[in-house]
């Protein structure tokens, strides 16, 4: 089987170009108190406060570029560290201010824009994947930093009732929200698994392999691989939440395909971490993946007269919203690498790795003819005509999915990205792990100097 564009030379430099200019673009987000919202003239949008998500996307991605040893991302992986570690903190509470202002005070504390803001289990999941990376990558502070949202994870956000996280609170950690997501536990199941890889702890690994199961091999396995995206306290589906706010951008209405494609990513990237660890990887995984993946991509890519993803549909696949995100076909490509992968991990034959080898290529064309405006820069959302919309999405919030993207194809599914790299493992992106084997044990990260 030929190299196809993976592993071609010429391919791999195309990508790493585009992975330097997203870094080289993001360093614009500086301000003192973390990173704040790229407008659409490539400066701060001082309209949008410092949030705690972009914050915390921002410093894995530098943290990442660090661990690639691309100079210059040292400065701004630590600036992140410094600014999830005292300046969003909340010292009354605990936890994470979900925004605040651009300067610092003079002890360095950010001023929280609403000192009564919910806690959010979506923002605290992304200060947790920062700092499991910024350890990966063994930034100062990192490790005191990962320790603290471990801590936090275990105090109010893992609901060991039902083995899944809480969605928010009140400020004070009162209060609790009236409503489960699918998105916050999505990204909680990223940042245990990076955790699980950085810690070499498996009850991280455990816990994600929970909340994946809940999600894909019940909720969408029952939805004909339509995953609703809301529930009540006790994890019931609530399909027809937010039918008036279709293009929300966090509880958008219906179904959203590019959570289809990231959750086919994360369960083959959760089934790797159990057989590395030689683990039983319960059988329905690799084929979820895959179900989960084509009912995405025929739902929502290139359905209404044009080339793109589709935002929402509903539970039948019919499209809602018509704008193209970027993050959805930067998880494509992602999840058609990881796949493929999978796949070829398994030993599978060439007819079923040629069907993601055929979407990554389409996707990456997607993004280089539609996308992306010039180097680094990719147009956060389109219109159905496939020109620059602002419906939703203004500027260019964070380069996490894009960077993603950019690394899919040259990493290996296992372990996370972070650790991965810091293993040296780019462009080495078969497993290490001969079939049968025992592999080594890992030590984890905490134990470096």
């Given at each position: 089987?030929?190299?196809?564009?993976?592993?071609?030379?010429?391919?791999?430099?195309?990508?790493?170009?585009?992975?330097?200019?997203?870094?080289?673009?993001?360093?614009?987000?500086?301000?003192?108190?973390?990173?704040?919202?790229?407008?659409?003239?490539?400066?701060?949008?001082?309209?949008?406060?410092?949030?705690?998500?972009?914050?915390?996307?921002?410093?894995?991605?530098?943290?990442?570029?660090?661990?690639?040893?691309?100079?210059?991302?040292?400065?701004?992986?630590?600036?992140?560290?410094?600014?999830?570690?005292?300046?969003?903190?909340?010292?009354?509470?605990?936890?994470?201010?979900?925004?605040?202002?651009?300067?610092?005070?003079?002890?360095?504390?950010?001023?929280?824009?609403?000192?009564?803001?919910?806690?959010?289990?979506?923002?605290?999941?992304?200060?947790?994947?920062?700092?499991?990376?910024?350890?990966?990558?063994?930034?100062?502070?990192?490790?005191?930093?990962?320790?603290?949202?471990?801590?936090?994870?275990?105090?109010?956000?893992?609901?060991?009732?039902?083995?899944?996280?809480?969605?928010?609170?009140?400020?004070?950690?009162?209060?609790?929200?009236?409503?489960?997501?699918?998105?916050?536990?999505?990204?909680?199941?990223?940042?245990y698994l990076a955790v699980a890889d950085v810690t070499g702890d498996v009850t991280?690994?455990?816990?994600?392999?929970?909340?994946?199961?809940?999600?894909?091999?019940?909720?969408?396995?029952?939805?004909?691989?339509?995953?609703?995206?809301?529930?009540?306290?006790?994890?019931?589906?609530?399909?027809?939440?937010?039918?008036?706010?279709?293009?929300?951008?966090?509880?958008?209405?219906?179904?959203?395909?590019?959570?289809?494609?990231?959750?086919?990513?994360?369960?083959?990237?959760?089934?790797?971490?159990?057989?590395?660890?030689?683990?039983?990887?319960?059988?329905?995984?690799?084929?979820?993946?895959?179900?989960?993946?084509?009912?995405?991509?025929?739902?929502?890519?290139?359905?209404?007269?044009?080339?793109?993803?589709?935002?929402?549909?509903?539970?039948?696949?019919?499209?809602?919203?018509?704008?193209?995100?970027?993050?959805?076909?930067?998880?494509?490509?992602?999840?058609?690498?990881?796949?493929?992968?999978?796949?070829?991990?398994?030993?599978?034959?060439?007819?079923?790795?040629?069907?993601?080898?055929?979407?990554?290529?389409?996707?990456?064309?997607?993004?280089?003819?539609?996308?992306?405006?010039?180097?680094?820069?990719?147009?956060?959302?389109?219109?159905?005509?496939?020109?620059?919309?602002?419906?939703?999405?203004?500027?260019?919030?964070?380069?996490?999915?894009?960077?993603?993207?950019?690394?899919?194809?040259?990493?290996?599914?296992?372990?996370?990205?972070?650790?991965?790299?810091?293993?040296?493992?780019?462009?080495?992106?078969?497993?290490?792990?001969?079939?049968?084997?025992?592999?080594?044990?890992?030590?984890?990260?905490?134990?470096?100097?």
């Amino acid at each position: 089987m030929g190299l196809g564009w993976f592993g071609a030379p010429e391919h791999n430099r195309w990508l790493a170009a585009e992975t330097h200019a997203l870094l080289h673009y993001a360093r614009a987000a500086k301000v003192p108190a973390g990173f704040g919202w790229i407008g659409e003239d490539g400066a701060v949008d001082a309209s949008h406060p410092v949030e705690l998500w972009i914050t915390g996307r921002m410093t894995f991605a530098f943290s990442l570029g660090t661990l690639m040893g691309i100079p210059g991302c040292r400065r701004f992986a630590d600036h992140g560290v410094r600014a999830l570690s005292r300046a969003m903190r909340d010292r009354e509470h605990g936890g994470w201010y979900s925004a605040v202002g651009h300067e610092l005070d003079a002890e360095g504390h950010g001023a929280p824009v609403d000192a009564q803001a919910r806690k959010e289990c979506y923002q605290h999941a992304f200060v947790l994947l920062a700092a499991a990376t910024a350890t990966a990558a063994n930034r100062p502070g990192a490790h005191e930093l990962l320790r603290d949202a471990m801590a936090a994870q275990e105090r109010w956000w893992w609901d060991k009732a039902f083995n899944m996280p809480v969605e928010s609170y009140a400020a004070d950690f009162t209060d609790p929200e009236d409503y489960r997501g699918i998105n916050a536990a999505m990204h909680t199941v990223e940042a245990y698994l990076a955790v699980a890889d950085v810690t070499g702890d498996v009850t991280w690994l455990n816990r994600a392999i929970r909340i994946i199961d809940f999600a894909v091999n019940v909720q969408a396995r029952a939805n004909d691989w339509r995953l609703p995206e809301h529930y009540d306290t006790s994890w019931k589906p609530r399909l027809d939440y937010n039918r008036d706010q279709p293009a929300h951008p966090f509880r958008p209405y219906g179904v959203t395909p590019g959570h289809g494609l990231e959750w086919s990513r994360l369960t083959v990237q959760a089934r790797a971490g159990l057989v590395a660890r030689s683990l039983p990887a319960p059988e329905w995984m690799l084929d979820a993946a895959e179900e989960l993946f084509d009912r995405a991509r025929m739902d929502g890519w290139r359905v209404d007269g044009g080339p793109g993803f589709v935002y929402t549909t509903d539970f039948s696949g019919e499209p809602i919203v018509h704008e193209r995100m970027h993050w959805v076909a930067c998880e494509g490509i992602s999840a058609a690498a990881a796949i493929r992968r999978a796949l070829l991990d398994d030993g599978r034959g060439e007819i079923e790795v040629e069907h993601y080898e055929h979407h990554y290529r389409s996707w990456i064309d997607y993004a280089e003819e539609f996308l992306i405006s010039s180097p680094g820069v990719w147009t956060h959302e389109l219109d159905q005509s496939n020109a620059p919309s602002t419906r939703t999405w203004k500027g260019y919030p964070d380069i996490y999915h894009a960077l993603q993207a950019t690394l899919a194809s040259r990493l290996p599914i296992w372990p996370a990205m972070g650790p991965a790299l810091a293993e040296g493992r780019l462009d080495q992106p078969a497993s290490l792990i001969p079939a049968g084997a025992q592999p080594t044990r890992r030590r984890g990260f905490f134990s470096r100097g």
